[in-house]
């Protein structure tokens, strides 16, 4: 194998593969990306998988002599990163196995050459490194990745982190003829993107690991708004295709909780609000909420048409904001746990906000006043009197 | 007590201060600021003290009634720097002290007020907080900042951070009648910045903490380089006077080594580099030497006038880079760690360097091509071959 290409391209799609290959991988050829260079194609194509998460790209270089290797990805990006613009040639010959033994794993020294700089640098063979599962069938959708993006920016953060109830560490897709639902709870909140879509003739929910979300979101991020990402399925697998680039991940096949029963439809009490103003509101009084289990008051208040955020700690002491407030239905006074609060607040992007309530122990549902279809819905915390 | 103030005013003078304010007390009253308010001056002074290292700042502020008090430096810091810019009202009452027991501390309510947030948190009594040492004697030197700003930057970073030899932890500053001279090591290497000053009629050396000297360096970032540094000192300790700043500490009372000795003053050979060159090289290479106690080969080629840096690593590969040198004297090869090279090449300034040697397991010097007068030194590691 010898290839030459840019620095710049060789470094930016092994950033992108880098980040799904484990720091301390169960087998030494996980710790690895696969480098296929096709001399027909005259492309190199990128692959790293942790055995749940894998992520391909390619692009195009000089391919001199086509081949197949896998090396080791955080050496070789800790290499690249750091080489100035510039050409990169890579080449290999394979070393003799003198150890005498059949199963033996063959090394590869392979070359890397910059214009004042030289790598010796070991790859292992291309044949030890697992496949990517295909997809059988032909279950597709394609989905414009500004509302992939505003699905996941405003459910990925709901996503519980702890294994034990696995489930709720992914995000539920589900598609239905015209419309597109994300939704992300931890048990504590509940996150949910509704998007109307045209046609799709598709009918269908899937769980994806939350994780895996995360990396597609970051290769979105550069995308143009209005390009389509590709979504492939099977029984057990989920694909993402962005033009050359693909996310492979394991669906989680638990029945996810019908969270839709948990959302009131009709409300009390209806309180719109800044939503930067609460932010800061909340960031200023909740640095007495720390040594309070994150405990913050809102007594909404029908008469002065304010909302004052207040939280009392018997250590520090107390602290007090006030903010302005519209108010439909009566006053009242409600505890939050100020760390979900903030997380759904920072997610809604629009200025003002509504929040609905029917009483201090009943689900509270925040939504913008926007374009975004988005529900938050938090349990409230009990106030001692 | 009752003051107005600024909230970007205090927010500045409290993060200054609190910088040496212990996050864990021996003692309560030392995790709180020292607040003072003096109604005939109408300024508040402001002090933080961890017994070696003290803070003054003081600000200009409406004191309606005058008075001192102490107040938690985290959590005062933590509600400053959140509030909007604006008006900051601080005020309190003495507390009854109800417990009966006469020794028990008096703490007060302290109410903070800005335009839309309330705050009480408790302070302690200012009697409580211990003295600032007071300099006996006149012993007393002006130093301008700038002279200052390049000793500590040149020297800092050298000294020890293990309190086992605590000499070595602090840095050494001597003063004759035309010559400013700051040295630190850590015994393995060694850095040293000398600057002529017009006579000064003072003789003396000093051992300065290094962590005091840190906060010194943060304090003079942002200050006019023509300014002057008043340096007041007595067996103890020593006083650094930024206008209306102070910064007191603790002198080491050991006896500095006598370093001028490891200096050699004659050389077998001299190379000439691009400073910048050599960073980016010896950042490249060592991303293979961490795994080989951060050993890297400088490969001082006479023939081609180039150098070759390179790192063999056993597991991982090998890495070489060259670039030009220019070389008086032989060729030679020579082993250095990467990490006290970087140290000292970070800290020159200048755009090319010079290397001065006399042979693989003797003191190298580095020292910048320019003004500034500094001097590394650092051991050679011995090459296997």
Not at 76 to 82: F, P
Not at 118 to 145: H, K, Q, T
């Amino acid at each position: 194998m010898k290839i030459v290409c840019s620095q710049n391209e060789l470094k930016n799609n092994l950033s992108l593969v880098s980040r799904v290959v484990p720091s301390r991988p169960t087998h030494p050829v996980l710790g690895n990306v696969l480098l296929v260079a096709d001399d027909r194609t005259q492309q190199i194509s990128l692959t790293g998988y942790d055995l749940n998460i894998g992520i391909r790209t390619s692009f195009s270089a000089e391919v001199i002599d086509g081949g197949k290797i896998t090396l080791p990805a955080k050496l070789l990006n800790d290499i690249v990163s750091r080489l100035l613009p510039g050409e990169i040639t890579l080449a290999y010959q394979e070393e003799d196995d003198d150890s005498g033994e059949a199963d033996t794993t063959i090394t590869y020294q392979v070359t890397l050459t910059s214009a004042s700089a030289n790598f010796e640098i070991r790859g292992l063979g291309a044949e030890e490194f697992p496949d990517l599962p295909v997809i059988e069938g032909d279950n597709s959708l394609d989905l414009p990745i500004d509302i992939l993006s505003e699905g996941l920016q405003g459910t990925l953060f709901a996503a519980s982190t702890e294994e034990i109830k696995k489930v709720l560490t992914g995000i539920n897709l589900c598609v239905t003829k015209d419309r597109l639902e994300f939704a992300a709870t931890d048990s504590h909140r509940l996150a949910v993107v509704s998007t109307e879509i045209e046609d799709c003739q598709k009918n269908f929910t899937v769980t994806i690991p939350a994780k895996a979300l995360r990396e597609l979101e970051k290769m979105l991020s550069g995308q143009d708004k209005n390009e389509l990402v590709k979504l492939n399925f099977d029984e057990s697998q989920i694909v993402f295709e962005i033009g050359d680039r693909y996310l492979t991940t394991r669906k989680i096949d638990e029945v996810y909780p019908q969270y839709e029963k948990l959302i009131p439809t009709k409300f009390e009490i209806t309180v719109t609000l800044e939503r930067k103003r609460l932010i800061s509101g909340l960031e200023l009084v909740s640095v007495l909420a720390t040594q309070n289990n994150n405990l913050v008051k809102f007594n909404i208040d029908k008469e002065s048409e304010e909302l004052f955020l207040s939280v009392e700690s018997q250590d520090l002491g107390s602290a007090e904001q006030s903010m302005p407030a519209q108010i439909t239905g009566s006053g009242i006074q409600i505890g939050f746990n100020v760390k979900y609060l903030m997380d759904g607040l920072k997610a809604l992007t629009t200025n003002d906000i509504k929040m609905q309530l029917n009483g201090d122990r009943l689900p509270v549902i925040f939504t913008p006043l926007g374009d975004l279809q988005m529900t938050y819905l938090v349990m409230p915390v009990q106030l001692r009197d």
